[in-house]
């Protein structure tokens, strides 16, 4: 089967990365697979009953109703056309399926969209609790290693500790942060922007407000927030990345369709995915708002941020169906 043992063959060599999925993603994984045995003892044929409860197994891990169900039909359709019997079988043709529905003929990427010349202002937004300060300090450290010249922006001006937090980060991993006694967010990105051009910075990252509450005040201050940079650089922000924590389910969903509203996301930043049992929520994001997650945090050390990638992301998930896990 095609992406079932291409899955197995790339991933038993040795990758520190495909470890951190693999342990990131141990709750969602436990939890599907004892289902799913439960379920292949339970019924000996791939009758209605056998899809009703696998379906409902799919659902409560967050995959997404909607990506549920067009996973069933086209099981369906194969089981149909392909004569199959056995009840295992179709294990394999679950993994294939969902990466296929995942992709979609689309060429999806992960790649933060860098400037060709000058600096790169990458944007985050998120409600509070996120895990967004961290997150931006994982982004920092990361960009770091990888030889980048990197200016924090500490543009969350509403709530209360938040400057003091991300300068508390800088210290940590030895990142320079911009912050002024003004409670206007947009100044603090005029002087971050600013001092990122004069200083030849290559990537600058910007912390928001993250309340939701009000919609309008978030747009009129997020619109401010873009034109502020767009002066300072045409085409910036060159990234709006929102933060969400997997572990609220479709709490989260629901927090994504309500910053697309308001501003241009551009990618998602899915935190604490390692802490959940409900780790299919990155196939129901993109089912929801069509907005692709281009990093995911697997674990509480300034390394355990990751770009996100599809095929890592489903072997993670279920690893324990192919015959080789190790647990």
Do not use: C
Request: proline fraction near 2%; aromatic fraction near 6%; charged fraction near 30%.
């Amino acid at each position: 089967m095609g992406l079932f043992d291409k899955l197995k063959n790339i991933f038993n060599k040795e990758d520190k990365t495909v470890t951190l999925y693999s342990d990131g993603l141990e709750k969602t994984r436990k939890e599907v697979n004892t289902k799913l045995t439960m379920l292949s003892k339970k019924h000996k044929s791939l009758d209605n009953a056998y899809f009703e409860e696998l379906e409902e197994i799919l659902i409560m891990a967050d995959i997404g109703v909607n990506t549920v169900m067009e996973l069933i039909d086209k099981l369906k359709a194969r089981v149909k056309r392909e004569n199959i019997v056995d009840v295992d079988d179709l294990r394999e043709i679950i993994v294939d399926e969902m990466f296929i529905i995942y992709v979609n003929n689309q060429i999806l990427t992960n790649k933060i969209n860098y400037a060709s010349d000058g600096p790169t202002v990458l944007l985050f937004v998120g409600v509070n609790g996120v895990g967004k300060t961290t997150t931006i300090a994982k982004m920092a450290y990361k960009l770091k290693e990888e030889g980048k010249k990197v200016l924090l922006v500490a543009a969350d001006t509403f709530r209360a500790g938040a400057v003091e937090q991300i300068i508390e980060w800088g210290k940590k991993i030895d990142v320079r942060v911009v912050s002024n006694n003004s409670k206007d967010p947009s100044s603090v990105i005029y002087d971050g922007v600013d001092i990122a051009l004069k200083e030849n910075y290559d990537v600058v990252l910007v912390d928001t407000a993250g309340r939701l509450q009000n919609k309008v005040n978030l747009m009129n201050e997020l619109d401010k927030m873009n034109k502020v940079i767009g002066k300072l650089i045409p085409n910036a922000p060159h990234e709006t990345l929102l933060v969400l924590d997997a572990t609220t389910g479709q709490n989260g969903i629901s927090q994504a369709k309500s910053f697309k509203e308001i501003t241009n996301i551009t990618g998602i930043v899915l935190t604490k995915l390692d802490g959940t049992a409900k780790g299919g929520i990155v196939l129901a994001i993109k089912e929801n708002v069509g907005i692709p997650v281009k990093y995911i945090g697997l674990g509480e050390k300034m390394t355990d941020l990751e770009a996100f990638d599809i095929e890592k992301y489903i072997y993670g998930l279920f690893k324990d169906m192919m015959g080789d896990s190790d647990e």
